[in-house]
């Protein structure tokens, strides 16, 4: 029989995993169905009664988004434009079901390479904040999650909030996912830009990162210098090279090829671009 425990704090729960190992349990919509073929672990600790987790607020210049809110609160959380890009992939975790229950530490911890919510948060320069009985570290997401269904979390810490630089005001951000079907589908490829264009499709800044193409969602620097001070227009797809996607990495399996990959990030780079400097000039 498995034990259950809900620490009254992020205080108190941090104390509890410093004293044991504890399957941490929040949303549930990764931890349950990953039960299916095996048996629960002998202790689970339930943080999704620490309202102090939970939330969204503007907090010394940065943007804190508690680790215990959930995709449906991001979608509906008074945020600036540049977070449209994280609200179009919060309306892509699961069913609405899932988005009401999913918090986007779960997603983040379960490190997925196919994991809707880590490319808007990279291209938005997002970090982790981590919370032991020891103290509190902050860490970029980029260094975060190290591999598939792996961090950098150790196991006494929790991943406590979001941390995200306010957006210049100016910022426009787009996020495109290609799937098998519409609805209910895990990535082949997906894409998350924000720009800071200018009123003639100008970019002045931009920040790329791709998904489910590599181990990591990936942002691409050697890119994102590039196109400053370039136009956007409807030939970019057949622009970017391929030392500019060199950073990713993508498989064969029963989804898409690798080529497939790499031709579909072209095409969606090229499609997420527009879409936030047309967002940029209807502003």
């Known amino acids: 029989m498995s034990i259950l425990v809900r620490p009254a704090s992020l205080a108190q729960a941090a104390e509890f995993l410093a004293a044991r190992d504890y399957t941490i349990l929040c949303g549930g919509t990764d931890v349950f169905p990953a039960l299916v073929d095996r048996p629960p672990a002998s202790a689970m600790l339930d ?32 945020l600036p434009p540049a977070f449209d890009a994280l609200k179009a992939a919060a309306r892509e975790v699961g069913s609405v079901q899932i988005q009401n229950r999913g918090t986007i530490a779960g997603n983040l911890c379960n490190a997925s390479p196919a994991a809707d919510g880590v490319p808007p948060l990279l291209a938005l320069d997002a970090q982790v904040e981590l919370v032991s009985s020891c ?41 495109v996912k290609l799937g098998a079907r519409r609805y209910l589908v895990i990535s082949i490829v997906m894409v998350a830009v924000v720009v800071d264009c200018a009123p003639d ?25 590039r196109l400053r001070g370039q136009r956007i227009d409807l030939n970019l797809s057949h622009t970017i090279s391929a030392q500019e996607l060199a950073p990713l990495a993508p ?33």
């Open 201 to 225: 499709h100008t970019i002045c800044d931009a920040r790329i990162a791709v998904g489910s193409a590599s181990v990591v969602a990936t942002r691409l620097a050697a890119l994102e210098g």
């Open 47 to 78: 943080l999704s009664r620490l309202d102090e987790i939970r939330g969204v607020s503007l907090q010394q210049g940065a943007i804190r988004i508690g680790g215990a809110t959930t995709w449906s609160e991001i979608i509906y959380a008074p």
């Open 251 to 283: 498989i064969d399996d029963v989804r898409a090829t690798a080529g497939y990959r790499l031709d579909a990030a072209r095409e969606l780079i090229a499609r997420a671009l527009m879409q936030a400097c047309e967002a940029h000039a209807h502003a």
């Open 135 to 175: 103290g509190i570290r902050r860490l970029a997401l980029a260094d975060f999650i190290l591999g598939n269904r792996h961090t950098a979390r150790a196991p006494d810490e929790i991943l406590s909030a979001v941390l995200i630089p306010e957006p210049h005001a100016c910022a426009r951000s787009a996020f």
